[in-house]
């Protein structure tokens, strides 16, 4: 199976519009002009116009480059987490391919129906689960929206073919997660740090950016630990640390360099449960690319991101 890059992700939280507001102002993301499923030969004139990013369900949809959507914000008061990830496959007969292939494999799979597809502005989409009880989505054919303009002068993210940026996911079982990332949905390691016998940190992509998923096994914790947004210049990366701490969000992580990717970010709560990395400078690997293991974290900085780990963990296993 050839997953091309993770192409949305679905969030649960009590006030969508409180995580609408922070995507904005604080990260710099836009409003979905038009909301998926919503009649496109949008935008809208008059009353039909929503380009608000907020959909009648009290859902709210975020864009980051000409995807007409990244970002789903579900209204739950149980969940307070990730939802769901779209992973991106070719086309129609790709997608057709891989469900027959989960089918093989006896994991439970289902084709999802065309109301299904438009729900999440797609051509085709199949539901299945990781093993960590992740519910991922495979979809191809994206609605396009070409008009992405930060609220933030000049603001862009690194996103388009390489996907929305990365995730770090906390699973119980390491290896069991690391097969099923690997061996069925052809995700490659990168690279990997080890924290123990059977603890260990492993950074998989599934194109050239350096990891699109990363899996830590430490202990019996599922769930997302931080969702990483990438970000064009490293002035952005300053200016949205600047208006993170003018909104008195907490800084989880100080500016630092990551040793293994080279990104320069910073982290950040987030109103999601999860943290958020703003960074830039992601390395990008290509078939020349051999796996190592490496044991230093960062080149300089990042000052508190351990801490932040050990309490995000602690958080996720008091769920
Ligand atoms: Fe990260």
């Avoid at 992973?87 to 027959?100: H, I």
């Avoid at 989880?252 to 960074?279: A, Q």
């Amino acid at each position: 199976m050839k997953i091309k890059s993770v192409g949305y992700m679905g969030i649960g939280a009590p006030d969508p519009k409180e995580w609408l507001e922070y995507a904005v102002d604080v990260i710099g993301m836009m409003p979905a002009r038009a909301i998926p499923g919503q009649g496109w030969g949008v935008p809208q004139s008059g009353e039909e116009r929503n380009d608000s990013g907020l959909a009648a369900d009290g859902s709210a949809y975020l864009k980051m480059d000409d995807r007409q959507w990244r970002i789903a914000v579900h209204p739950s008061n149980s969940s307070n987490g990730l939802l769901y990830l779209g992973l991106e496959v070719e086309d129609k007969l790709a997608l057709e391919q891989a469900v027959a292939e989960l089918d093989r494999q006896n994991i439970d799979v289902r084709m999802g129906t065309e109301t299904e597809a438009c729900d999440r502005a797609v051509s085709g989409i199949a539901y299945f689960q990781d093993p960590a009880g992740n519910a991922l989505e495979l979809f191809y054919g994206p609605v396009k929206d070409y008009n992405f303009c930060s609220a933030h002068l000049g603001l862009e993210f690194v996103a388009g073919h390489l996907g929305l940026g990365h995730l770090n996911i906390f699973v119980e079982d390491l290896q069991t997660n690391y097969d099923f990332y690997t061996r069925t949905l052809g995700f490659r390691l990168t690279d990997y740090i080890r924290m123990g016998p059977d603890s260990a940190l492993k950074f998989l992509r599934c194109n050239e950016r350096h990891h699109s998923v990363a899996i830590i096994g430490m202990g019996e914790i599922n769930g997302l630990q931080h969702a990483m947004f990438e970000m064009k210049t490293i002035d952005d990366v300053g200016k949205t640390l600047d208006r993170a701490m003018a909104k008195g969000i907490k800084i989880t992580s100080s500016l630092g360099r990551h040793r293994n990717d080279g990104m320069l970010s910073f982290y950040m709560s987030s109103p999601f449960g999860f943290d958020v990395e703003i960074g830039c400078g992601c390395l990008l690997v290509d078939d020349n690319w051999t796996v190592n293991e490496f044991c230093e974290g960062d080149v300089w900085g990042h000052h508190g991101l351990v801490e932040a780990v050990m309490a995000s963990s602690k958080a996720l296993s008091r769920q």
